[in-house]
């Protein structure tokens, strides 16, 4: 078949080209040459190799490369995808090697099949679940294992987030790879904090989970003195020492050097609120993370106390409202700052996410001075 030779790093512009004029083959793919080109198979149809078109690109005659399958559809029986066509899904979560999938319950008795063909187009994928909803005291997902790759069913795994790893486990853990993009917006109001303070930051992180947040800011080399993080589910907390432990030893000052070690310095399992209760931890925090959004403003009075006196500090966190309450919401924020005589520097209140067709998932933040 006449294939048309390109340098790799064209690949993409001759690909669109010949799409555009339907001169691609749709049934061969793309063949790597050894000297660094690439062949795209194209129709007799296409002009002629002499063509100014081509713009000096030679051409060639090769064996047609089959296509590989695109999608888990093209594993599974084609007569039952035509059948169920309107229910089978059209997305899933991955989470390290960990493949999370909702099904419809007409679909639900071809779960194993399904997860079959997952696993043969997604080779990185180890184990296949679907989604049976929330259960529990803290929310978590019940998994029901459908098909894995090695006979193993456990769904803890590690995931890679920003350049940095994190242990997982989407059965007994929240953890929102969507919200990815938060933390990187975490990360610059912590750079931009420590410009004006012109010194590393003490950080709290009382809901941390598996400490995704904690993973962008100790990544960032010589931004974080001390931290105390925690967590009230157990199970959690267990990952959250473990991420913590791997983070802390990568660690690096503003030279690149190992940093002096963290202090303040707490891992706990308890509850936000508790953390008060231990005098030491009054007014040491420079930066404060409140990520529970059912009660993230509810909880604000409780917390400000953690926080320095005297200086800029920041309180950075998440709440889903009810769209119509957002101004309330906002005062509510705002009153709880003020009661303790603090002068508010900045305030932003922002829409993330639209959370469903009544409530929004927000994000608060606010710079502040606190009285001692």
């Not at 309330?328 to 924020?333: L, V």
Request: hydrophobic fraction near 40%; charged fraction near 25%; glycine fraction near 6%.
């Amino acid at each position: 078949m006449r294939h048309l030779s390109v340098p790799s790093a064209q690949t993409q512009h001759w690909l669109e080209l010949c799409r555009a004029n339907h001169w691609n083959s749709n049934h061969a793919g793309v063949t790597r040459l050894e000297d660094g080109r690439s062949a795209i198979p194209i129709l007799d149809s296409a002009p002629p190799p002499s063509d100014l078109i081509w713009n000096g690109n030679p051409h060639l005659e090769l064996a047609t490369q089959p296509k590989r399958p695109s999608h888990w559809l093209d594993h599974f029986d084609s007569e039952l995808a035509a059948k169920h066509s309107e229910d089978l899904p059209r997305s899933y979560e991955i989470q390290g090697d960990v493949l999370i999938v909702k099904l419809e319950e007409t679909v639900s008795k071809y779960g194993e099949m399904i997860a079959d063909a997952m696993l043969t187009q997604l080779p990185s994928i180890r184990l296949v679940c679907a989604d049976l909803g929330v259960k529990g005291e803290y929310r978590v997902r019940e998994l029901q294992p459908l098909a894995s790759r090695d006979g193993t069913v456990t769904t803890r795994t590690r995931i890679k987030e920003n350049g940095y790893l994190l242990w997982v486990d989407p059965s007994n853990v929240y953890f929102s790879s969507r919200l990815s993009n938060e933390r990187i917006e975490t990360l610059a109001s912590a750079n931009h904090l420590r410009a004006h303070l012109e010194r590393p930051l003490v950080v709290c992180d009382p809901y941390a989970g598996v400490g995704p947040s904690m993973g962008a800011l100790l990544s960032e080399d010589g931004l974080v003195s001390g931290c105390l993080v925690g967590d009230l589910n157990p199970e959690a907390f267990e990952l959250l020492e473990l991420n913590l432990e791997h983070l802390s030893r990568r660690r690096k000052d503003s030279q690149g050097n190992p940093p002096s070690p963290l202090q303040p310095m707490e891992v706990a399992c308890r509850d936000a609120k508790q953390w008060l209760q231990n005098p030491q931890n009054l007014g040491v925090v420079d930066l404060l993370l409140v990520n529970l959004p059912h009660h993230s403003i509810d909880h604000i009075p409780t917390l400000l106390p953690l926080l320095k006196t005297n200086q800029t500090t920041v309180l950075r966190g998440w709440a889903i409202v009810d769209r119509a309450e957002i101004l309330e919401k906002e005062d509510d924020i705002r009153n709880s700052i003020l009661s303790l005589g603090a002068r508010v520097e900045k305030f932003a209140f922002t829409e993330v996410k639209g959370f469903s067709t009544t409530k929004s998932f927000m994000c608060f933040e606010v710079w502040m001075n606190l009285p001692a």
